[in-house]
Antibody
Framework: QVQLVQSGAEVKKPGASVKISCKTS????????INWVRQASGQGLEWMGW????????GYSQKFQGRVTMTRNTSIGAAYMELSSLRSDDTAIYYC??????????WGQGTLVTVSS | DIQMTQSPSSLSASVGDRVTITCRAS??????LGWYQQKPGKAPNLLIY???ILESGVPSRFSGSGSGTDFTLTISSLQPDDFATYYC??????????FGGGTKVEIK
């Protein structure tokens, strides 16, 4: 079955960077884009961007442009999202999601990132 | 950005009730709309895509309709497992992809 398994919780200081992994299995990694969505505590869902695992092409929300980098390792079927210059309002759960023609049909379990001095 | 406005933001309902949630887009998105269910501490789960197509494995009591700017998610007979928060998402444009603010369905 399709699975996306994310790395564990992180605690970072303001100004630092965080890199989250999303290890996929159960399907052809190269066949579907991976998107990243975050959710602050008690808040809604916020889309960050997408990555095509086959080409490595990416597209980022303007809100995160310049701070976010999405990459992949095709040999192990993993996607990565790195967010830099962290601020307290970046504290959130970060999800990776497999995309099928715009819809997100499988999600990782989420990774809590806490930014605190 | 395309704004997605959901209403109501929360509702109380009883098991067996028919529940309708609406989602309005700030501009036409054709039928590029998805609905997700999220339970506390869990990732969202896709229910409906292309406004009205039921995702595989999703109970038939869920249905979606609409096109252009106005959409609805209907639960025909609310079950105990349906108490959750529901989000709509437009994918007509990726500049950026946007979600509605959510509708929390609570037990009456």
């Amino acid at each position: 079955q399709v699975q996306l398994v994310q790395s564990g919780a992180e605690v970072k200081k303001p100004g630092a960077s965080v890199k989250i992994s999303c290890k996929t299995s159960g399907y052809s990694f190269l066949g579907y884009d991976i998107n990243w969505v975050r959710q602050a505590s008690g808040q809604g869902l916020e889309w960050m961007g997408w990555m095509n695992p086959n080409s490595g092409n990416t597209g980022y929300s303007q809100k995160f442009q310049g701070r976010v980098t999405m990459t992949r390792n095709t040999s192990i079927g993993a996607a990565y999202m790195e967010l830099s210059s962290l601020r307290s309002d970046d504290t959130a759960i970060y999800y990776c999601a497999r995309e099928r023609a715009g819809r997100f049909d499988s999600w990782g379990q989420g990774t809590l990132v806490t930014v605190s001095s | 950005d395309i704004q997605m406005t959901q209403s109501p933001s929360s509702l109380s309902a009883s098991v067996g009730d028919r529940v309708t949630i609406t989602c309005r887009a700030s501009q036409s998105i054709d039928d590029y709309l998805g609905w997700y269910q999220q339970k506390p501490g869990k990732a969202p789960n896709l229910l409906i895509y292309k406004a009205s197509i039921l995702e595989s494995g999703v109970p038939s009591r869920f249905s979606g309709s609409g096109s252009g700017t106005d959409f609805t998610l209907t639960i025909s007979s609310l079950q105990p497992d349906d108490f959750a928060t529901y989000y709509c998402q437009q994918y007509n444009t990726y500049s950026p992809l946007t979600f509605g603010g959510g509708t929390k369905v609570e037990i009456k």
